[in-house]
């Protein structure tokens, strides 16, 4: 009888260990959702990149419908060395157009959006917003014009 209990300690023993070793992998091995204090500001939409530090050289609201490229840029507020997955949506009356995501770390962001794909080379003229969205919450919204 004392054998017989020893052998199922031993395996509910082992059971434990195995189980807590899943559990502690699983956790190693993906990434947990904790909260973020993140904020964004300072939104502006430009067509134009300075190529040494990457950030808009001039500011605009409206766009000309002849730019091959819009971009979107803010400053990501989050601590230090943390990354977070950003997702952007790109609006056209109303309309989603595309919708794209990256990682992104603390400092000045930008994103952009390449002219139609379409048999013209140029954006469609309309009333356009960008979003950013982070875990399903909206962070920072600009709105701009194509004409």
């Given at each position: ?50 190529q ?17 490229r ?22 056209r ?17 930008v ?5 139609d ?31």
């Amino acid at each position: 009888m004392l054998e017989a209990r020893s052998k199922t300690q031993k395996s509910q023993s082992l059971f434990l260990w195995f189980a807590l070793t899943g559990l502690i992998i699983s956790l190693l091995s993906c990434r947990i959702a904790l909260p973020i204090n993140i904020k964004a500001s300072d939104p502006k939409i430009g067509t134009e990149i300075n190529q040494e530090n990457g950030r808009l050289i001039v500011e605009t609201t409206i766009v000309p419908t002849d730019k091959t490229r819009i971009y979107f840029e803010f400053f990501l507020d989050i601590p230090e060395n943390v990354d977070v997955l950003l997702e952007f949506r790109w609006y056209r009356d109303s309309e989603l157009i595309i919708s794209h995501t990256g990682r992104f770390v603390r400092g000045y962001t930008v994103a952009f959006i390449d002219n139609d794909q379409s048999s013209s080379s140029s954006f469609s003229s309309g009333n356009y917003i960008v979003e950013v969205w982070f875990q399903n919450q909206l962070l920072i919204s600009k709105s701009f014009t194509v004409n």
